[in-house]
Each structure stands twice: as C-alpha cells, then as structure tokens.
C-alpha cells in the first residue's frame, strides 16, 4: 500500500474513527496506588518531592483507601516507617508492626480493596539496605530468612498479595515455600522480577525513609544498561511459581517491559517510580508541560510497551480521567 491509494490520516478523522481503532486502552482496573504507612497517630506529612502523596498514620491511610476503592481502583500497595529501626529489621516481621497492624485496619474498614505489601527490609533496618549486612554487603542467604518470615507475617495480617522488592536470588522460592507450610498457598506472590540499581528512586527514599546509610544497592539491584539478564531473572522467578512479574523502573525501561510481555505469560507489572512521578510534577508546576496529558501519554505508554498493572502514585488522578472519558 502506497499514498496516494494508502492514506493513513483517512483513519484519524474524528473522535469516532479514532476510538474505533484505538490499539492500546488504560483502564481503572490496570491500576495501583502506593501508600506510605506512617507510625504514630494524626499524621498527614506530604512528601516534598511528591505532590498529593503522604506520610500518614493508620487512621488517615484508611481515610484514603475508601477513597482509593471508591475511585474504582482495584488495589493498594503499602510501605511502612516504623517506629524503630534496628541492624535486623524487626520490625518487618513482627506481628503488630506497622505494616501489619495497617493491614488489618485497612481490611477491616474496605475489606474488598486489595492489599499488596511490599515486602523488602530497608525501610526497617538502621542501615537502609534491603537485608543483613555482613562483611560490608547484604548477605543473601541469612536475608532470604528475614524476608519469608516478613511475607508470611504480611499474610497472617490478611494480606492478599505479597510483593517482594528486595532482589536477593531465591526469594521468590523462599517466600512461596513459607506461605505454603503455613496454609497461605492462595496468596500470590507479585516479583519485583526486573529491578535496576535506579536514580529515578530518589523521592521514594524521603517518602519511605530508607536511603542507605553507606554504599548503594548495585550489589543486588540490576545494571541498567542489562536486558538480556532482564529475563534470566524473570525466568528464574517464573521456574519459582511468582504469580507476576515486574519491571522497575518504567519509563526508562520500556523495552524491557516489551521483551518480558513477549517472553512470558504471567501478568506484567510496570513500577512508575516516585522520580518518575516528580518530574511530571514539577514540570507542570513549572507550567512546561501539561501535567494531565503527559501523564495519561506516559501511563498509555506502558500499557502499550506490554504492561497488564501499573503501580502508579498518579492512580487516582488517572482514575478520575478515566472517569470522566465514558
Ligand atoms: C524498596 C523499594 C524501593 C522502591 C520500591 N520498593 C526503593 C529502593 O529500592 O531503593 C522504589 C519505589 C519508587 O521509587 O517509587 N526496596
Ligand atoms: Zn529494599
């Protein structure tokens, strides 16, 4: 087909047509709200790089998951800032702490919202790395332990999915043997399967409190610039039984999401990371771009690079756009 017979804009028209042919579609239901649980009591902090996302107490993180679930936004996914911190996390996999007891309000109060914990130890350890440190590195295996011991307790509070983001190898198996032994073998496991070493975390390490004291995370999280070890990764989490897998960050990784959506079947989750969020927000705040537009183009375009969910701090922005489109 050549112009003058081909003539591709006969199909861009008008609104009708266009819709007609729309090869892509974001949905509510495609999307995931981050929430960052706070201890303590009437706690409502906005996090200074992240307009409209909070540092909150239970009481106001309920508030906001019955407007989340009102929204028609099918899940949340949660981090906690403990109260204490210490060499070994604990309070990741203690049953009353933070994340915990924000699980049972939140299943209490909005029982058919979906609640994915994010399970990983920075935010929990006085060091801010992602397990335990030995000889100036996280260990891996002793950190598997920590981690199968905090999912489970994550689904004791009622948990309905358990995402871990820590990328130490063998977690996935770690997690999904526990969760069985302990009568939890309906819970699924969403793997943080492809999780580079990003820059673009920046803003999350203020909202969650979990910068590492010394050192970065390029022992355990993934080089960049790697694609091909993307999906040696994802196929060791697959051979493991996760239940999703996951690419993060998004926007700077969109071929990756495109090689996993053509390399595997499970649902694919993108992660459009806290910078992500910022730059949006400070250039429309600035007035340089069109805050709505961009983000429904960007969040478009990791549906279309093979992504089912996005977690998104713009979910109940987007939701109501989406909204107001039918
Ligand atoms: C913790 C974790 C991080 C994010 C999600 N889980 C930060 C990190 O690995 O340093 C980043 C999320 C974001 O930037 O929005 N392991
Ligand atoms: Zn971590």
Request: with cysteine.
């Given at each position: 087909m050549y112009f003058p017979s081909y003539r591709p804009r006969r199909m861009r028209r008008n609104q009708n047509i266009r819709r007609m042919v729309r090869e892509t579609h974001l949905r509510v239901d495609d999307l995931i709200y981050p929430m960052f649980s706070a201890f303590g009591k009437n706690i409502k902090k906005e996090i200074g790089s992240m307009p409209g996302i909070y540092q909150q107490s239970i009481e106001n993180i309920v508030i906001e998951a019955k407007e989340v679930f009102d929204l028609g936004i099918p899940a949340v996914v949660l981090f906690g800032i403990p109260e204490n911190k210490d060499a070994v996390g604990?309070?990741?996999?203690?049953?009353?702490?933070i994340i915990q007891e924000t699980v049972r309000a939140i299943k209490a109060a909005v029982p058919e919202l979906t609640v994915i914990t994010d399970v990983c130890m920075c935010e929990y350890t006085d060091h801010g790395h992602c397990g335990l440190i030995k000889d100036g590195d996280v260990d891996n295996d002793s950190t598997l332990e920590l981690l199968a011991a905090e999912a489970l307790s994550h689904a004791q509070a009622g948990a309905d999915i358990v995402a871990p983001s820590?990328?130490?190898?063998?977690r996935i198996a770690a997690i999904r043997d526990i969760l069985d032994e302990n009568g939890f073998e309906h819970i699924p496991v969403m793997s943080y399967a492809v999780k580079y070493a990003s820059a673009y975390y920046g803003p999350f390490r203020e909202a969650a409190d979990?910068?590492?004291?010394?050192?970065?995370r390029r022992s355990y999280q993934m080089d960049p610039a790697n694609r091909q070890e993307a999906l040696r990764e994802a196929q060791q989490d697959v051979a493991e039984a996760a239940d999703f897998l996951m690419v993060k960050p998004a926007l700077a990784y969109l071929d990756v999401l495109r090689e996993l959506k053509d390399n595997f079947d499970l649902p694919l989750v993108a992660y459009n990371v806290s910078g992500e969020y910022s730059m949006v927000k400070a250039a429309a705040e600035k007035g340089w771009i069109d805050g709505d537009r961009v983000m429904m183009e960007t969040l478009l375009g990791m549906k279309r690079a093979g992504a089912d969910l996005i977690i998104t701090y713009h979910a109940k922005e987007a939701a109501i756009l989406l909204q107001g489109e039918k």
């Open positions: 604990s309070d990741a996999y203690c049953a009353s702490g820590d990328m130490m190898d063998g979990s910068t590492p004291e010394f050192g970065d």
